[in-house]
């Protein structure tokens, strides 16, 4: 320890002074860190050292490769990082990147990854400070050394976590350098560490299309190739890994275009391959990849054309008995965004996908129950056959009204909403209606009709609306069990409720006057008065339904 302190206050007095005595006095100080980091850190702090390393840190001293070295080793201390910043470490640090030696270049890295360690703030900073550029092109210039190469993935890392990143990533040659460095590597590691900074930065939709024009997925599809008959861990590992990647760049509208190539592409073509495989990832990763395809119109059409539908449900059908779980909801999201085209949809329902959907009814995983719901809720849209069949389907009804109550699964409880509303509304059918009442679906209705989402409303009252048109006597009791009457007030008089609603409301008040019971609770409330203030409403459509709706209280009252 005399040593040390008599290093520090031989430093401080000689900062300006020959290198040799600085030189040793640096060895001195790392030395003390190697046996004691802690204690010699709070010694450094305590002894004012660190206000001299700015000077030292000079892109001219020979010494600036062990100053940054000290500055990593005291950096790894929670409790001296603050000190580092406070005393000015950062800026001659980051002026040190644009150094050609990669002793200097390997050890400014260490300490700059270590003081802003966890720190999101000093990271930004860093960004401001414009090294995600510097250090882009440290990589291109010095792939060739392994140290190196890995300080730049480490920082890349962290870097591509701050949102802000992204935008800077994007103006560089991030995506070749990266995928020239992966193209290069044996091992796993390395590629591992690869795909911790690739899979950050192709969230952002100008690098997915960068890293798409730089031939990764084509890398990726060579990968999967190699692994897909590997048992051993890491192999398995890299497929997961890889696929996912691949499935990720999918996810920008540009890059998923590109690489659709109006159905010609090269890697369309592969992943349609991994949909019979027997590898679990290969089939998630496929039927992922179709539902990404599947984001427009145009491919919707042409992948059902090409048959793309039998493949999914002859997937499906694999996954129906204690099947597994990612792949039944990746393949029923591929089927619910195919199933959104009007040209699709009665081709689909010839191909059995209903039939095929159904099978999962027993399912009790919240995300499968949500894409089915949401798969036949797109098949029966404009379908009115499909919607009558499946709307007689007491067993799907009465499932449907089972989740309607799911108030733990909010998507599952509102899709279930939907579809029974759908059911009724594209049927039109009093079968249907009366499946429904007698499956206690009515309550559930009324309910949605007080939905957050005006869409949902709006769906509500038309179902509600045609079950009080066609079975108003099956449906009366539980309407007004449900308080339909109170909730249609409610609607009308709201001042933040859309037109559409108050419109739909106000017919729906006419509808329910058929109703004994329903009129005279109608009639025991402030109806009149609200009816009348509509007919002042700025929206034509609901000022002349106010007039009609208040010419039809006039004639029951």
């Not at 004012?48 to 030292?56: E, K, N, S, T, Y």
């Not at 590997?230 to 509208?253: C, F, I, P």
């Not at 009129?519 to 459509?541: C, G, T």
Request: with cysteine.
């Amino acid at each position: 320890m005399e040593n040390l302190n008599d290093a520090l206050q031989k430093l401080k007095l000689t900062a300006d002074g020959t290198s040799d005595s600085i030189e040793g006095c640096l060895d001195c100080l790392l030395q003390a860190l190697a046996h004691n980091n802690a204690e010699t850190s709070v010694k450094l702090q305590e002894s004012g050292i660190l206000q001299v390393f700015p000077r030292l840190l000079s892109p001219h001293c020979s010494c600036a490769a062990k100053v940054a070295n000290i500055i990593a080793e005291v950096a790894k201390n929670d409790f001296m990082r603050g000190s580092c910043v406070d005393t000015g470490l950062i800026p001659p640090l980051v002026l040190l990147l644009n150094n050609k030696d990669h002793e200097v270049l390997l050890q400014t890295g260490r300490a700059l990854g270590n003081i802003c360690y966890d720190s999101h703030a000093l990271q930004a900073q860093l960004i401001n400070m414009g090294v995600i550029p510097t250090l882009v092109q440290l990589l291109g210039i010095h792939s060739q050394h392994t140290a190196l190469t890995e300080m730049c993935l480490v920082a890349f890392g962290n870097l591509a976590e701050i949102e802000s990143s992204k935008e800077q990533f994007a103006s560089t040659k991030i995506a070749d350098e990266l995928v020239k460095l992966f193209k290069r590597q044996t091992e796993h590691e390395k590629k591992e560490m690869i795909f911790e900074v690739l899979a950050p930065l192709a969230e952002h939709d100008v690098i997915k299309l960068q890293l798409v024009d730089a031939g990764l997925v084509d890398y990726l599809l060579e990968l999967v190739e190699e692994m897909v008959d590997s048992n051993k861990e890491d192999d398995v590992s890299e497929l997961k890994t890889a696929s996912d990647l691949m499935v990720l760049l999918l996810l920008g509208d540009e890059s998923m275009q590109k690489l659709f190539d109006t159905g010609k592409g090269s890697v369309f073509q592969k992943v349609l391959s991994w949909l019979p495989s027997n590898n679990h990832q290969l089939q998630l990763a496929g039927a992922l990849a179709i539902a990404n395809f599947a984001r427009n119109d145009g491919n919707c059409i042409h992948m059902v054309e090409i048959g793309i539908v039998q493949r999914l449900l002859n997937l499906l059908d694999r996954h129906v008995e204690e099947g597994n779980v990612t792949v039944q909801h990746a393949a029923l999201s591929a089927l619910r965004n195919l199933a959104i085209p009007v040209l699709n949809k009665a081709k689909m329902l010839s191909a059995g996908v209903a039939e095929e959907v159904l099978k999962f009814l027993k399912s009790e995983m919240p995300p499968v129950q949500f894409k089915l719901l949401g798969t036949l809720r797109m098949l029966i849209d404009t379908q009115a056959e499909a919607a009558e069949k499946l709307g007689k389907n007491i067993k799907l009804v009465e499932r449907l009204v089972e989740w309607c109550a799911a108030k733990d699964h909010a998507g599952v409880m509102g899709e279930s909403n939907r579809l029974l509303s759908a059911l009724i509304r594209h049927s039109k059918s009093k079968d249907v209606v009366k499946t429904i009442v007698q499956s206690g679906g009515v309550k559930h209705l009324v309910i949605m009709a007080t939905s957050e989402h005006v869409i949902m409303q709006n769906e509500a009252l038309v179902a509600l609306g045609l079950i009080a048109a066609l079975e108003l006597g099956t449906a009366e009791q539980d309407l007004a069990n449900a308080k339909l009457v109170q909730i249609l007030h409610k609607l009308i008089s709201d001042d933040i409720s859309a037109p559409e609603i108050k419109y739909n409301s106000l017919i729906m008040i006419c509808t329910i006057m058929g109703s004994e019971q329903l009129r005279k609770e109608a009639q025991d409330m402030p109806f009149k008065e609200i009816v009348s203030k509509l007919r002042r409403h700025e929206n034509k459509l609901v000022a002349q339904q106010a007039l009609v709706t208040e010419q039809r209280l006039v004639i029951e009252s």
